[in-house]
């Protein structure tokens, strides 16, 4: 499954202004389902991800990553948009 996020903040890598990351169908193959609307911080390499990463919703992220959040001057955070 493939979802388009918008990118926000890239923290390693080239900052792009969306990307897509592509992920297993289903839970048996460390699937990520994502919700469209929600606001994640995701790790991928090479365009994938699986839920074995630190993969999640900002609101329920690492303290590390939310200070960071908070000091990054003109920042809006990641939503997930389109279609899966």
Request: hydrophobic content about 30%; proline content about 0%; some cysteine.
């Amino acid at each position: 499954m493939i979802y388009r996020f918008h990118v926000d903040k890239t923290w390693k890598g080239t900052y792009k202004d969306s990307i897509d990351i592509e992920t297993g169908s289903d839970s048996r193959l460390c699937g990520m389902e994502f919700e469209i609307g929600k606001i994640y911080v995701v790790y991928s390499k090479n365009g994938q991800t699986s839920y074995c990463r630190r993969n999640s919703l900002i609101d329920k992220t690492f303290d590390d990553l939310k200070l960071d959040y908070r000091f990054f001057t003109g920042f809006s955070i990641n939503k997930l948009y389109g279609n899966r």
